[in-house]
């Protein structure tokens, strides 16, 4: 199993760009999140799943909209890229029973904003 | 809401000392309980997890918790630390039935030869 990918590894924007952060995940998880990872901050949530066509807003989701189509993919969408959003983003995925909530990461996607 | 704290921003030891980790939770019942580590540019990895029974738990690496209901505390600890274990590391909480953590803000490991 490859576990939970993510693509680009790294990625330089302008401001008002837009663009879209992948996350796959071959476990057949039901739940996804997305989290923005800043110095000092640690991981805040953004946008969680619980399944195919069921998405929710965490603690930062402004700027950022998902979809979840499938079970295995949970795309990341930036409308309109601003500095703020420098960051480096994962994503993460949890079996909804059987784990007791245990997440498994992705290698993260490092994001530059100019 | 639960609330998790890691007191320590950076923590600083020799190679082969003994290391603590703090982390306090804020929730009004037992929660499933997380530590995490995060090497340079990777993701996080899962060390280990208390749910219920016993208090200490093992994990991956050396590393052991205990969970002290009464101080709402989980702190991580390992006997001897190792180069390798410079890293950071986060504590995460959720409570029973959600399937959403909170994490702490991270602390920072950093080993001296």
């Known amino acids: 199993n490859a576990g939970v990918t993510q693509t680009p590894k790294f990625q330089v924007l302008k401001t008002g760009q837009s663009m879209t952060l992948q996350c796959a995940q071959d476990?057949?998880?039901?739940?996804m999140s997305w989290y923005r990872q800043d110095p000092g901050m640690g991981l805040r949530l953004i946008h969680y799943?619980?399944?195919?066509?069921?998405?929710d807003q965490g603690e930062v989701p402004n700027g950022y909209n998902v979809s979840r189509s499938t079970t295995e993919d949970f795309p990341l969408r930036l409308l309109s890229a601003a500095p703020s959003q420098t960051s480096v983003y994962f994503c993460a995925s949890s079996p909804l029973k059987g784990s007791y909530n245990e997440q498994f990461f992705g290698p993260g996607t490092r994001l530059t904003v100019l | 809401a639960q609330s998790v704290t890691q007191p320590d921003i950076h923590i600083t030891v020799s190679e082969g000392a003994s290391l603590e980790l703090r982390c306090n939770y804020s929730?009004?019942?037992?929660?499933?309980l997380f530590w995490y580590v995060q090497s340079p540019g990777q993701g996080l990895q899962l060390l280990l997890k208390y749910f219920s029974g016993d208090t200490l738990v093992q994990g991956i690496k050396g590393f052991e918790a205990e969970f002290k209901r009464s101080q709402s505390s989980f702190n991580l600890r390992k006997p001897s630390v190792h180069w390798s274990d410079a890293a950071e590391y986060f504590c995460?909480?959720?409570?029973?039935?959600?399937?959403?953590?909170?994490f702490g803000r991270g602390t920072s490991l950093i080993v001296h030869p």
């Open positions: 476990m057949n998880h039901e739940y």
């Open positions: 929730y009004g019942a037992t929660p499933y």
């Open positions: 995460a909480v959720a409570p029973g039935g959600s399937y959403i953590p909170t």
């Open positions: 799943s619980v399944g195919a066509g069921i998405t």
